[in-house]
């Protein structure tokens, strides 16, 4: 249907009440049963990175041969604080959670920010959104193979027999995880977040010990020891800085799962549990490391003692299955911002709870992402091959999001040009850093979100483009309204009582469902309604702004409904909402016609023929219109058509 741009897109930038999102205020019961459930949802990605991150960085720091040093374990940990304290406290957390598009976020949700404040949409803001979105997509295939992977192969730390079960045990945990996100993620993080608080606390207590044994640990918050070794260290600290970024990986699905829990609530968690616990490992992990080198082997497990071994790998899959959640409910949120702004063909999407508008489940999207983990599980088949796949796919995805953030600050927020430099310059200077220290691990595996990221940019602009050539390939051949309905007045045909609704692209133009009624059933209904569907580029469409009447004759009208990139259009009941207009609106007299199109590949069109092949494949894929609109199946007459693109 019709895109639209709205220009009167409404951007809640940190001066709102409430949860932060343009909501109204919540009870203070409600914000911390929302905190409590992002600790679960939100957090989980972020919280299970110990478990590999640190072991990973002082592997890389020590060259060929591995060797820990005290330069080296002060170095990882000062880019580790400072990379916490830059990337996710300050960028995330402080600066891009304010850039909510009425309280939903995501790349694709800047993206709409972005198109607002340039006040068109600009090749150059699309580009961004797309690779953005592309690349999330890739960090989402990876999240949940290598966190699950990493905390099972901890039962190899006590003994090898268990090696053989380690990926059977990881398959069995991921179906497990994908089975139950029908549930919705209210119920998901109920269950997840009390698992996850415990996780937070035991890993902060057991990092606490480790420092006191060494307190002079400490010493590596200061800046200098991080820059000293990226400085000293040449291209072993490059890719040194590629594995530190471990640390910040999740920070995206973060903002992405703005929509379902708040701005607040999500701070809130970050700097009161979620910073303090995972600084305090970190730092554990480097004072154990310190006095025993022998333990970087697998220091996180190594700081617990022996008899806790057991409890700890259980909970660190449970941990690791819940850090999935983030990443998961995040695809579901992207893909339907997708949808929406035109770049992904329709899918079926299920809302999962009546309070909380953005928690959706996706089931193609769901279990499209079991299948390609799966793969990905049996393609590495351990998390440390995984780890260098991982880390070039979130730091591209962060980097979008700083630049696009730049934009709504300067353009949107209208910050002095020279503040937005200040603030944000920083911060994509470190984005960029980390994105040229990931691409170091090309040949190690980071080609994997490349290429998935390098297929899904193809998708979405196969499906923008030829959804344009076929609109303006049917323009055409269509013929405009307004001769139409004077013809229709001069020679009426038969009229039969009732109401009939003709869904159509563009209103100045009669619909195909219309013109093969008039041509082969040769009756016209009482009164017939051409409605238009537009996709506004804000989250949500107030209910006043929701319907607009247009009278064009006696027996015709045009009615034009609006819906936000994170609604599902359900068109009888916004037409209910055109009585308070005036119009009555009675669904058992009304007839809802809609013109199903075959789609054939054109050797004449204006895309390569594995293009067109492609496009097609997408549209008959794509979820039936009738069910998309939630139109009653007993009210929809199709009527169908050849078309060629």
Do not use: C
């Not at 089931?363 to 393609?379: D, I, S, T």
């Amino acid at each position: 249907m019709q895109q639209s741009a709205s220009s009167e897109t409404l951007v809640a930038n940190g001066n709102g009440n409430g949860n932060g999102n343009g909501a109204p205020a919540l009870s203070k019961r409600a914000f911390w049963a929302l905190t409590f459930g992002s600790i679960g949802v939100v957090y989980g990605d972020i919280g299970t990175s110990p478990l590999y991150a640190l072991r990973v960085a002082v592997l890389a720091a020590g060259g060929e041969h591995g060797i820990v040093t005290q330069a080296a374990v002060y170095g990882v940990l000062s880019l580790i604080f400072w990379s916490l304290f830059i990337v996710v406290t300050l960028k995330y957390v402080l600066v891009l959670l304010r850039a909510d598009n009425n309280g939903e976020g995501g790349t694709l949700a800047l993206t709409a920010l972005a198109f607002t404040a340039v006040g068109k949409r600009t090749p150059l803001v699309l580009a961004l959104g797309i690779v953005g979105a592309s690349m999330f997509y890739g960090s989402t295939l990876i999240t949940p193979a290598l966190s699950v992977l990493s905390a099972v192969e901890g039962l190899n730390v006590a003994t090898d027999a268990f090696e053989p079960y380690v990926l059977p045990i990881t398959v069995i945990i991921l179906i497990a995880l994908f089975s139950v996100q029908s549930h919705g993620t209210a119920k998901v993080s109920a269950l997840f977040a009390p698992i996850t608080t415990v996780w937070f606390l035991v890993i902060a207590i057991a990092g606490a010990y480790e420092i006191a044994q060494n307190p002079r640990i400490l010493f590596a918050l200061n800046p200098y020891y991080g820059l000293n070794f990226l400085f000293t260290h040449g291209i072993i600290g490059l890719v040194t800085l590629g594995a530190v970024f471990l640390v910040v990986t999740g920070s995206e699905a973060l903002y992405n799962d703005l929509g379902h829990f708040g701005r607040r609530p999500i701070q809130t968690a970050w700097l009161i549990l979620v910073l303090p616990a995972l600084l305090l490992n970190y730092f554990g992990q480097g004072a154990l490391v310190l006095l025993q080198p022998e333990t970087i082997s697998n220091p996180f497990y190594l700081l617990f003692p022996e008899w806790a071994l057991y409890p700890m790998v259980a909970l660190a899959a449970m941990a690791t299955a819940i850090a999935s959640q983030a990443v998961i409910t995040g695809a579901y949120s992207i893909t339907r911002q997708a949808m929406q702004l035109g770049l992904l063909p329709r899918m079926e999407v299920r809302h999962t709870s009546e309070s909380q508008a953005g928690q959706i489940y996706m089931p193609r999207v769901n279990w499209l992402l079991l299948v390609g983990v799966l793969l990905l599980v049996f393609m590495f088949r351990s998390s440390s091959e995984l780890a260098s796949a991982y880390v070039l796919a979130v730091a591209a995805t962060e980097w979008v999001a700083g630049i696009l953030g730049f934009i709504v600050i300067w353009l949107l927020w209208r910050w002095k040009f020279i503040w937005v430099v200040a603030l944000m310059a920083p911060l994509i200077f470190v984005d960029t850093a980390f994105v040229m220290a990931s691409t170091l691990k090309l040949a190690e595996g980071a080609w994997l979100p490349v290429l998935v990221g390098v297929m899904l940019v193809v998708i979405m602009v196969t499906w923008r483009r030829g959804t344009r050539l076929l609109a303006q390939k049917t323009r055409r051949v269509e013929v405009p309204f307004a001769p139409l309905i004077k013809n229709l007045e001069e020679k009426p045909p038969h009229v039969v009582p009732g109401t009939a609704v003709f869904l159509t692209a563009d209103p100045d133009f009669a619909p195909t469902a219309l013109l093969h009624n008039l041509k082969h059933n040769k009756v016209l209904h009482e009164h017939n309604v051409i409605l238009t569907i537009e996709n506004e580029d804000i989250p949500r469409v107030k209910i006043r702004d929701r319907v607009q009447i247009e009278p064009v004759s006696d027996r015709f009208m045009r009615i034009t409904l609006r819906f936000g990139f994170m609604e599902r259009p359900n068109v009888p009941k916004a037409l209910a909402v055109a009585s308070r207009k005036g119009w009555q609106f009675d669904i058992m007299t009304t007839s809802f016609f809609l013109s199903s199109r075959s789609i054939r590949p054109d050797a004449r069109s204006g895309m390569p023929q594995w293009q067109d092949r492609l496009y097609v494949f997408l549209a008959h894929n794509a979820d039936d219109a009738s069910s998309y609109f939630q139109l009653p199946t007993d009210r929809v007459v199709q009527i169908g058509t050849q078309v060629t693109v």
